[in-house]
């Protein structure tokens, strides 16, 4: 299946626009391909106001996010690819979605994560019977 992180992102971008707020969607600036100005990159991520009074021509592809915004006064094509986009919330009240690795998504360094490996998610099954718990 394709990723649904496109459809995701366009989805939040005119839910957030409808509830009158300002969408912001965070980047991991190292993925491969990303270009955006490097001297608003805070550990390795930049965050974007990419509403309609902040950027022109905002195009969210099934691939790509991109958009022209003016940075210091300085205009900029800005291209990030989908798999970079980490979040997408509304300014006024932080409501929106944080994206995860998709299944079968490659990592960003090719590497499983420590978190993967403490949380057992080496792709195999875990064994013995499933159990539910009550909580009042």
């Known amino acids: 299946m394709t990723s649904s ?3 995701l992102v366009r989805a939040f971008n005119e839910w957030i626009l409808d509830n009158d707020c300002t969408p ?3 980047v991991d ?3 491969q391909g990303v270009q955006v100005p490097t001297e608003h990159v805070a550990n390795g991520q930049i965050v974007l106001n990419i509403s309609p009074g902040a950027v022109k021509g905002l195009v ?3 691939g790509a996010l991109e958009f022209s915004a003016r940075f210091g006064g300085v205009p900029m094509q800005v291209f990030i690819p989908l798999q970079a986009v980490m979040a997408i919330y509304a300014r006024e009240n932080g409501e929106g979605m944080v ?3 998709e299944p079968g998504a490659p990592d ?3 590497q499983s994560t420590d978190s993967d490996r403490s949380s057992g ?3 195999q099954r875990p064994s013995g ?3 539910l718990k009550v909580v009042k």
């Open 5 to 7: 992180r496109p459809y």
């Open 24 to 26: 912001y969607i965070v």
């Open 29 to 31: 600036a190292g993925v």
């Open 60 to 62: 969210v592809g099934n």
């Open 99 to 101: 994206f995860g690795s």
């Open 108 to 110: 960003p360094d090719g």
């Open 121 to 123: 998610q080496s792709g």
């Open 129 to 131: 019977k499933p159990s």
